[in-house]
């Protein structure tokens, strides 16, 4: 499969959606030219999960999207996702690629450089690396690496890169500049009511 990251990559958490439904923030999201949208549902039971992950891969599919699920390679193969993303907790990716199939997208988060040569040597499509910058999406984040540590990171890796933590518009401009392939949003993407022209004004910045 042909593999080209987006360079806006959204991130959707039922928990940070300020009360807008997981399947009404996808539409929002493609209709504003979002491509790549993860669903991320951490305290959800699997059977929540999966309910809600049936429905944004509908409306994702329908908008010509891909849809990625966060940690559950089984939830991502049960509502046909595009696939999983993994992190250092989770199932490895070599497991992760066996449930879904080499046809699948497997994205492996990273935070260090030790990591990154891990996530390098496996079979995963992308890597994400962060926190760039301070986050609140996370109960316990792990520590910043900042932009310097981004370029470090660019450095030790070929495969694309997903820069993630903390990205608004005020700094996405800069986390392209010094070499990620991609920014993952979450919190940034929801502050205001208005998510479509949030989202318009990132890929504004990031195609400029």
Same mark, same amino acid.
């Not at 990591?115 to 040597?121: K, P």
């Given at each position: ?7 806006? $990559? &959204? ?16 539409? *929002? ?27 944004? *891969?509908?409306?994702?599919? &329908? ?27 989770? +199932? ?15 994205? $492996? ?13 496996? #079979?995963?499509? $992308? ?8 986050? &609140? ?18 450095? *030790?890796?070929?495969?694309? +890169? ?13 986390? +392209?500049?010094?070499?990620?392939? #991609? ?26």
């Amino acid at each position: 499969m042909g593999f080209r990251l987006p360079r806006l $990559y &959204a991130i959707i958490d039922p928990a940070q959606t300020g009360g807008r439904s997981a399947p009404a923030v996808a539409e *929002a999201l493609l209709r504003a030219g979002v491509r790549l949208i993860q669903l991320r549902g951490k305290n959800a039971s699997s059977r929540a999960l999966f309910e809600i992950g049936r429905q944004v *891969a509908e409306r994702v599919r &329908a908008g010509g999207g891909t849809f990625i699920v966060n940690d559950r390679a089984d939830v991502a193969r049960a509502v046909g996702a595009d696939g999983v993303h993994v992190g250092q907790d989770d +199932l490895p990716v070599e497991l992760a690629r066996g449930i879904l199939g080499p046809e699948k997208w497997v994205g $492996y988060s990273t935070h260090n450089v030790e990591q990154l040569a891990e996530g390098e040597l496996s #079979s995963a499509d $992308y890597l994400a690396f962060g926190p760039v910058f301070p986050t &609140a999406s996370k109960e316990r984040p792990d520590p910043v690496v900042g932009l310097e540590g981004l370029r470090r990171a660019r450095q *030790a890796t070929r495969k694309p +890169l997903v820069a993630i933590g903390g990205i608004t518009v005020l700094n996405a401009r800069q986390v +392209l500049e010094v070499g990620a392939d #991609s920014v993952a949003v979450i919190r940034g993407l929801y502050q205001s009511l208005e998510i479509e022209k949030t989202v318009e004004e990132f890929l504004r910045i990031l195609s400029t």
